[in-house]
């Protein structure tokens, strides 16, 4: 079946470690994007990516990097330099013409930093 | 910028009908979306609207876009304890490529 995976669904670091979150898809989806959520702040754009080896920062790139070497995979590691890093980080992808109206999502990897 | 405003929470009984509602500032708008979330999941498109429509109904859902006054709503028919999740609106000026969302609103059923 075609969707978009994250994985780990939990995952615990410790401060001033890296760490890195992976996103798949298999919906040969060119745009894949990262957000991060917070209790009652709905949904903010971390960074995109419309093509491979090409992103663009969102609204809250700060701490976060991101690379697009696959067109299946955006993986976003969340440095020690992200002040508050404990949050829910969702995954989501677009494809081409015929699916341009619906953002597809990942079940998404909650982080907490001890 | 764009800003989308949604209240934080909705209860309502089962069986009731559930209307959740949304403001949006920025008048390019020219897609409007809702999308629901379980608890610990990612987000579903629920449906979307053209900024040119008024009014879209599908199953026990009706979305109503008041574009003067920048208002979107959604009415869930006989809302189910499965319906309870948080439920986000989004606007787009363009495709869903560049989305901006609202906080969410909370909705519990109660049985």
């Known amino acids: 079946d075609g969707g978009i995976t994250q994985s780990p669904k939990y995952l615990f670091r410790k401060e001033g470690q890296n760490v890195t979150l992976s996103c798949e898809q298999n919906?040969?989806?060119?745009?894949m994007y990262w957000y991060r959520q917070d209790p009652g702040q709905g949904l903010r754009l971390i960074y995109y990516?419309?093509?491979?080896?090409?992103?663009q920062k969102g609204d809250i790139a700060e701490g976060y990097s991101v690379s697009r070497e696959k067109k299946e995979s955006f993986p976003l590691t969340v440095t020690s330099a992200q002040k508050n890093p404990t949050a829910f980080y969702l995954c989501?992808?677009?494809?081409?013409?015929?699916?341009?109206?619906?953002?597809?999502f990942g079940p998404g990897t909650r982080l907490t930093v001890l | 910028g764009e800003d989308v405003e949604q209240s934080l929470f909705l209860s309502v009984r089962e069986g009731d009908s559930s209307v959740i509602n949304c403001t949006y500032t920025?008048?390019?708008?020219?897609?409007l979306y809702w999308y629901k979330q379980e608890p610990g999941a990612g987000l579903q498109l629920l449906t979307y609207?053209?900024?040119?429509?008024d009014m879209k109904q599908d199953q026990r859902l009706t979305v109503l876009l008041n574009k003067k006054d920048k208002h979107l709503s959604l009415r869930i028919a006989d809302t189910q304890t499965g319906d309870s999740a948080i439920y986000f609106c989004?606007?787009?000026?363009?495709?869903?490529?560049?989305?901006?969302f609202g906080s969410g609103t909370q909705l519990t059923v109660l049985p």
């Open positions: 989004a606007e787009s000026e363009g495709s869903a490529r560049q989305l901006t």
């Open positions: 989501a992808s677009i494809g081409g013409l015929a699916t341009d109206n619906e953002q597809f």
């Open positions: 990516s419309q093509i491979v080896n090409d992103f």
């Open positions: 920025d008048s390019s708008s020219t897609y």
């Open positions: 609207i053209f900024s040119n429509m």
């Open positions: 919906l040969n989806h060119d745009a």
